[in-house]
């Protein structure tokens, strides 16, 4: 299956693939109006707005460094898990999404390894029934978002960051696939580049997740991006990575539509190939 993702509500009514995705939410802390019918994106923790207004908000290292846009390795500013207002409006942002449909959850978990030793997370971990600090983060992105599924009517897609290897995503955002597995219907893996000049780390990594992932009843989405990339490259990386995909997704825009519309259909004629390992 192959289709789109994109913020322009133009392009996402028309039937450009077999799915569509929505940005509804931005990380910079924008908000659209979600659109009926189609997957709409929130973004879950990552709003620099937010952050910008009240810098005691960000997540935060022992150290004190905060997840904020200015700091080396932060592309935007990340809310602490465990502010319980933010997580009260954010429950209440995914309810009314999941209302008219689909909701696909972006910047789940924790900004880092090292985040967060606020002090209320440190307050919850040290009165948590937790003696491991990694098993008490894991534990709050769970019940997070099993709460989350509960308000969505449509499937419940998490967005996951691109490491495969075991244990790697526990540790960095305290989202483990296998204990959120219950709560979702698919995960949406972005492997993006500008022009895909090389390819072998999209095969290896989306084979990665399709082996992390293969014993479950859950969906595997890889998003591709396209702005400077060719069709011919764009289908030949979809030809590689199909076989473990359950959808490939584009990044498209009013640039890009074109050849996103010519890979697809080149896609969808293709004869199908067989997985590498
Ligand atoms: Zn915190």
Redesign the pocket.
Known sequence: MYGVLTSNSTLVREDIGSVAYYIADEVSGRRRAPIEGIINSVACWGDTKAVRDDPSRA??TEGGTRALPTVDGHHWGTV????PDYRMELLDRIEAVGNIGAVRLTTPGFPGSE????????RQFATSAFDDWQAWRTETITQFVREASTRVDGDLIVTLYPDPYPGNLRERTGLNPQRLVPHVDGFLVPLCSISYETTYWVESLAGGFARELGDFDVSLMIQLSASEATIERLVDITRQIDPYADAVVYGTDEDSVDTIREVIHRCRTAEPLSPIV
């Open positions: 997540a935060r602490c898990p465990t502010d985040f967060c030793r606020c002090d209320r997370c440190e």
